[in-house]
């Protein structure tokens, strides 16, 4: 696997990584740099440092040349990079292997493409074609637009997960993490874990607190995560006055430990595939106040378990957070919904099996195809 650490598909890589450890396989993550390395060594996965990261042909080249040793050298019997230019350079390593006898097929994963455009997933889509054996996803939403896009290689959707540990090493009660955060207990907490990067539109949210029919009401914001837009978003909550009642909390390892304090999971993305961070709302029993965009409405059903809004409004958004702020019973039920749905859909002990299912059964049918 390859990747750079941290972030929402990162961590779904020291998931799968840790997961198919315990399954009794024998993953490596190739990675440059990243935030989340000594967790996966921790889980006694092994890192192998090497610049992956690049879209100079020449680079991703010499890559694909560094990843067919390291490949020879631990024995590794499928490619994952995670993305498309990853997916370059492990094509040119499968084929590099193959000259040497090694079979050893790529199978791409695709969390989603940096930029959501016709012109770009129409590349990326292209790019597949050439040099995927086979391409993951994460939603039936991401299968689409690559299809829709020209992709033709064979592709199988499997919802990302998370060991169900992740929400159980917290004892903490919901009162001692509200006075731990200083949250009041009148206060309707509202929390958004996410990285401060365009595509989240934390202003779209910070436009939204600022309307008067928010300010009324006694709410919190807490923004964990940061990025290159934190200071941005820092001086937006400033000029709009609303710095007194939104909360920028960094980067955060603890995000379950702040679902158990707060009441609402927000998200307000103008696009995504299908964020790990929602589901990690979900068995959480936090409703879900979002935009419908991505994959989203494959896990959260309009009006039963969350609130979806369209992307780019923030009138809408505004709306959506004073429904849910008023309604403390429709608070609880969306989320006793949405963690119904969480056990219905999504299985973590599944995503590793059907993993190793799929990366098998493509490294059989690779083997007995150049044999």
């Excluded at 919901?174 to 309707?188: D, H, L, S, Y």
């Excluded at 909360?247 to 679902?259: I, N």
């Excluded at 006793?336 to 099996?353: A, P, Q, S, V």
Aim: aromatic residues 6%; contains cysteine; proline residues 5%.
């Amino acid at each position: 696997m390859e990747m750079e650490l941290a972030g929402g598909a990162e961590h779904d890589i020291l998931h799968l990584s840790t997961g198919l450890k315990r399954a009794g396989h024998q993953p490596f993550v190739i990675t440059e740099r990243g935030r989340l390395c000594k967790e996966v060594e921790a889980e006694g996965v092994p890192v192998i440092y090497c610049p992956i990261e690049t879209r100079s042909p020449r680079r991703l080249w010499a890559n694909g040349r560094r990843l067919a040793d390291i490949a020879a050298e631990h024995n590794i019997e499928v490619l994952n990079p995670q993305g498309v230019y990853p997916g370059l350079s492990a094509r040119w390593a499968s084929r590099r292997l193959l000259k040497h006898g090694r079979a050893v097929p790529n199978v791409v994963t695709i969390h989603m493409l940096g930029r959501l455009t016709w012109s770009y997933y129409t590349l990326g889509s292209h790019v597949l074609n050439c040099v995927a054996d086979h391409v993951i996803v994460e939603s039936h939403c991401e299968r689409r637009r690559l299809q829709d896009r020209g992709m033709r290689r064979p592709v199988t959707v499997i919802y990302n997960c998370f060991p169900p540990e992740r929400f159980a090493r917290d004892t903490a009660t919901r009162e001692q993490v509200r006075r731990e955060m200083g949250w009041a207990g009148a206060e309707v907490v509202f929390v958004m874990p996410a990285r401060m990067s365009p595509e989240k539109r934390h202003d779209l949210l910070l436009e939204a607190v600022a309307r008067r029919e928010v300010k009324e009401l006694p709410l919190r914001f807490y923004l964990a995560g940061d990025g290159p837009l934190l200071e941005k978003n820092q001086a937006l909550a400033q000029r709009l006055g609303v710095a007194d009642r939104v909360t920028f909390g960094g980067f955060r390892r603890d995000v379950p430990k702040l679902h158990k304090g707060a009441d609402v999971f927000v998200l307000c993305s103008r696009y995504e595939s299908l964020p790990l961070s929602i589901r990690e709302a979900m068995v959480a029993s936090l409703p879900v106040l979002a935009t419908d965009v991505g994959g989203i409405s494959e896990a959260v059903e309009d009006g039963r378990s969350g609130i979806l809004v369209p992307p780019n409004d923030p009138q809408a958004l505004a709306e959506g957070i004073v429904r849910m702020a008023s309604d403390a019973e429709r608070r609880r039920l969306m989320g006793r919904r949405g963690h119904e749905i969480y056990r219905e859909k999504f299985d973590y002990d599944h995503w590793i099996h059907r993993t190793v299912e799929v990366m098998s059964q493509v490294r059989e049918q690779f083997v007995e195809k150049h044999s």
